[in-house]
């Protein structure tokens, strides 16, 4: 899906990580990012809606796509500029159809521990896409949606 | 993320601070699942001082209260921030967990 609006490429700086299939990896980046959000004035809520969609998809990249194997890499890359944040996230996994996972929030599914990454994401975020092989997802925050 | 237990009214109260999120989750499990393992199956978890909250986490407190509930017991959740409050309307867990303004009246019988 096409963005809406995308700040121009002299505007952006991009940072690109690959991260190692281990959960302790996570918070450092994230601390990153929040702290980014920070510094560009970005308010409490967008700040823990794009905390939320960055940790879910790079916990479903390392446990869902990587399937925890040490062997395999998730390679991030975010972009956060006073406009929005866009967040890329692919993992070494075989890919899955998004189309393909239950709606956790349907009666018969509430008392279900797990699913609820994806809906989480595309709830807390503007725009969320996947590649077609579902190996990589890419997600858009706006300041003013 | 820091986890207080104390007892009030009845209830095993565990109070959560910091960020819930996916790496401090095996913690929340632990305490718990724990608690009822050793036959506290009343727990009202106090969010209030709670800035973040992943879906393991939420995992992990659908197992508690699954479990609790399989022994006669409860889990209740008392005064989640309105991002907390926000994060259980959007999952609809808000139908599943009876969520309280605080951890006094989550504890009474």
């Given at each position: 899906m096409p963005?809406?609006?995308?700040?121009?490429?002299?505007?952006q700086a991009?940072?690109?990580?690959?991260?190692?299939?281990?959960?302790?990896?996570?918070r450092p980046v994230e601390t990153e990012?929040?702290?980014?959000?920070?510094?560009?004035?970005?308010?409490?809520?967008?700040?823990?809606?794009?905390?939320?969609?960055?940790?879910?998809?790079?916990?479903?990249?390392?446990?869902?796509?990587?399937?925890?194997?040490?062997?395999r890499q998730v390679r991030l890359?975010?972009?956060?500029?006073?406009?929005?944040?866009?967040?890329?996230?692919?993992d070494d996994g075989a890919g899955f159809n998004p189309a393909s996972i239950p709606d956790p929030t349907a009666d018969e599914n509430l008392r279900k521990p797990c699913g609820r990454g994806i809906m989480l994401m595309r709830s807390y975020m503007d725009e969320v896409s996947y590649s077609c092989s579902g190996q990589e997802v890419h997600m858009i925050k706006y300041r003013n949606p | 993320m820091r986890i207080q237990t104390r007892r009030e009214g009845g209830c095993r109260v565990v109070a959560?601070?910091?960020?819930?999120?996916t790496e401090a989750s095996p913690v929340l499990r632990e305490a718990l699942l724990g608690a009822i393992e050793a036959g506290e199956t009343r727990l009202?978890?106090?969010l209030r001082d709670v800035d973040f909250?992943?879906?393991?986490?939420?995992?992990?407190?659908?197992?508690?209260?699954?479990?609790?509930?399989?022994?006669?017991?409860?889990?209740?959740?008392?005064?989640?921030?309105e991002p907390l409050r926000e994060l259980l309307?959007?999952?609809?867990?808000?139908?599943?967990?009876?969520?309280?303004?605080d951890v006094t009246a989550a504890a009474r019988p």
């Open positions: 963005s809406r609006r995308r700040p121009s490429g002299d505007f991009w940072t690109e990580k690959t991260l190692p299939t281990h959960l302790g990896a996570i990012l929040m702290a980014r959000l920070r510094d560009l004035g970005y308010d409490e809520d967008h700040r823990f809606a794009v905390r939320l969609a960055f940790e879910e998809a790079l916990v479903n990249a390392m446990k869902h796509g990587n399937r925890m194997d040490p062997s890359r975010y972009c956060a500029n006073p406009e929005c944040v866009e967040i890329h996230v692919a | 959560i601070h910091g960020s819930a999120d009202v978890c106090d909250l992943c879906s393991d986490v939420l995992g992990v407190l659908i197992t508690a209260y699954l479990k609790a509930r399989g022994r006669g017991g409860f889990v209740r959740l008392a005064d989640p921030p309307k959007t999952t609809r867990l808000d139908h599943l967990f009876d969520v309280y303004s």
